[in-house]
């Protein structure tokens, strides 16, 4: 009955926004091309109906790929956009534009298909053997998009002229002037699809599992390779006609076994089908709705907006957590002894004080001009490196997950709401009013994730994938926001790239503020860190309060990452890489290794501070972006090694 309604609604808003377009026309001029006035014939056959093939393509492309994806890695939150595959085809799209343009408008899905290929192999390398845990490959895949999500940004910043233009591409534009693009998918659809049906059986025998699959004589590595191969080649065929679309190849195929389809051949037709339903009616809902602005919004954009809820949904499915509260165990292993704990400590503090002297431009340039444009800016970066770094070490006990970052549970990028929203209130508002609305957005999204995840009594794996959800939401709501082309969007991307050129000494005192009361509640939590490294249940056997620590620590995470935020934008990985270097250099213990931890973000965030100034002159890229690409190569190196190592029972088991 779901589909029928759905069909009926898309058939009500096809007519609606034909009888919009033909005016006075009849209909059968209008179909025939003999109107009175051919720009009417123009619009309808060059403009509204490419379009709205090209959204029933592209819908139907993304839901057989993420069926695909779904089946393979019997994961039910894989999909390209979750994986990171689309975000790497946008990224390869994006350096088309703007550095081989002539690459760009010769080869444009073979760009996106190498990006594609290269993200995908990156997720696979940095996951290892930890494929088959739901929430790891989730994590890692996001950790790729948002890595290429920033190296975009970076893009966007150093050839701002086509800054409009790639982020209405970027956020899944269906606008079309001709049938190029029906003419580019339709003959990849079909070719992908019918492959896929040919391999339906082996397809089937991978959702038994791998171990049932190799029993039954089918080579799960070659045949995986191949299977995602052309679910890549599908989605990245998307991808470059029309950008980035969220959330239709995740929802699709899970709509498609509600529908009763259990055979994988029907559920990837199924997929295919609903996927086309879904991209059709927000796209020919939003034009009905809004008139003639919804044929600038982005579609890609609204299906986020519409996903998100989707995927909290989806949440309930995943299997109750194992008695290690769905995290491994964080490995423990000898360090430094106490007095070498201390030692090192002291020479984190050298190099940070070093590092603060070269970025201030001592002894070369005097003390009033430093005050006057250098001091905010990088005491603003200690701050926030250090509020990161020490976040990140409470959000890896927590969740057990050496793997996990601040910025993923929703709070910073509800900060950039938060901005967004006063920019729009108040049209004037100062610096201050701005970080005024970032901190009470980045509250009001800690809030959101709380009352969820709080039915789950704060299990760490509903917490991270609701934080997940939450950020898709509110990116979505961004990126809408920035490809209406208002010119504060500047602003917002400004801050969103964390630059920290615009931070006077006066606006240190509430992130500040917020930090010390961040790393106040952290230190009273300090017995329940060590505790909590052991699992959940050993906690439970222990005695701990579960919910009340998990609480306070969530509590101190936020404050520490919305202070950090206000000058750093949404994403750096301090937070996920900080926390690894201390442990590397021997800081095990949780007493040394939070401000071990500190000291290592603050060291990274002012020296990518001090480079972003350097490596341009004069133009500066902004401290954030530089920590995301210092970070993630440190992050690659890290999650390698931490997938080579792990162990087969660590492996959690997901839902089929």
């Known amino acids: 009955m779901l589909a029928l309604a759905s069909l009926v609604l898309l058939g009500l808003f096809i007519a609606g926004n034909t009888a919009a377009i033909r005016g006075e026309e009849t209909l059968t001029a209008l179909i025939f091309g003999q109107t009175e006035n051919p720009s009417v014939s123009i619009e309808y056959w060059y403009a509204y109906l490419p379009r709205l ?44 534009v703007l550095l081989a343009p002539e690459l760009h408008a010769d080869h444009p899905f073979l760009v996106a298909l190498a990006g594609s290929f290269l993200a995908w192999g990156l997720v696979s390398l940095l996951v290892g053997r930890r494929m088959d845990d739901p929430v790891s490959l989730v994590l890692t895949g996001m950790v790729v998009s948002f890595t290429a999500g920033a190296v975009t940004t970076c893009l966007l910043l150093l050839k701002n002229q086509y800054l409009t233009s790639l982020f209405l591409w970027g956020s899944g534009d269906l606008t079309q002037y001709d049938w190029q693009g029906v003419h580019f998918l339709l003959p990849r659809l079909v070719l992908g699809a019918a492959a896929l049906l040919l391999l339906s059986r082996p397809l089937a025998l991978m959702g038994l599992g791998r171990e049932s699959a190799r029993s039954s004589g089918l080579s799960t590595g070659l045949f995986s390779f191949l299977a995602l191969g052309i679910a890549i080649f599908l989605a990245s065929a998307v991808t470059a006609t029309v950008g980035l679309i969220a959330f239709v190849g995740l929802a699709s195929p899970h709509l498609a076994t509600m529908l009763g389809m259990r055979r994988i051949g029907p559920r990837l037709l199924t997929a295919g089908f609903v996927g086309a339903l879904l991209l059709g009616l927000v796209d020919q809902g939003m034009q009905f709705g809004l008139s003639g602005l919804g044929r600038f919004l982005p579609a890609g954009a609204l299906t986020g907006i519409l996903g998100a809820p989707l995927l909290l949904y989806l949440l309930k499915r995943l299997p109750p957590a194992s ?89 910073s990028t509800g900060a950039v709401m938060g901005v967004i929203v006063i920019m729009i209130a108040l049209p004037a508002a100062t610096a201050g009013m701005q970080m005024t609305g970032a901190l009470f957005g980045a509250l009001a999204i800690l809030l959101a994730i709380l009352a969820y995840a709080r039915r789950h009594d704060l299990e760490p794996r509903r917490l991270i994938l609701a934080g997940i959800a939450i950020t898709a939401f509110a990116d979505a709501l961004v990126l809408t926001f920035l490809a209406t082309g208002d010119p504060r969007g500047n602003v917002v991307l400004a801050f969103m790239s964390g630059s920290t050129y615009r931070v006077g000494m006066g606006d240190l005192a509430l992130p500040a503020i917020m930090a010390m009361a961040g790393a106040g509640i952290a230190l009273s939590t300090l017995r329940w860190l060590d505790i909590l490294t052991l699992g959940g249940a050993a906690g439970r056997s222990l005695g701990l309060p579960l919910g009340a620590a998990r609480f306070f620590i969530i509590l101190a995470t936020a404050l520490l990452t919305a202070s950090a935020c206000l000058f750093l934008g949404p994403i750096s990985f301090v937070g ?5 270097i201390a442990r590397l250099c021997g800081l095990r213990r949780t007493t040394v290794q939070l401000p071990g931890a500190a000291l290592t973000g603050a060291i990274l965030v002012v020296m990518a501070d001090w480079t972003g100034r350097q490596i341009f002159r004069p133009y500066e890229l902004p401290a954030g972006l530089l920590s995301v690409l210092l970070g993630a190569l440190i992050l690659g190196i890290i999650m390698w090694q931490h997938g080579k190592r792990a162990q087969p029972h660590t492996r959690t088991q997901t839902a089929a």
């Open 576 to 580: 996920l890489t900080a926390p690894h």
């Open 323 to 411: 008695a290690s509260s769905a995290g491994e165990v964080l490995p423990v292993s000898a360090g430094l002894s106490g007095r070498g704990e201390r030692y090192f400590l002291v020479l984190l503090m050298t190099i940070l004080a070093l590092a603060i002297l070269i970025a201030l431009g001592l002894p070369s340039i005097g003390f009033e001009t430093i005050m006057d444009w250098r001091a905010a800016r990088v005491f603003a970066a200690a701050l926030s490196g250090a509020a990161l770094g020490l976040a990140g070490c409470l959000v890896q006990r927590l969740l057990s997950n050496p793997m996990a970052s601040p910025e993923i549970i929703g709070v």
């Open 53 to 96: 093939s090209v959204a029933l393509l592209a819908g139907a492309g993304l839901g057989i790929a993420g069926a695909v994806f779904q089946q393979i890695l019997q994961n039910p939150l894989a999909s390209p956009a979750t994986l990171g595959v689309s975000s790497g085809a946008q990224l390869a799209l994006a350096m088309a």
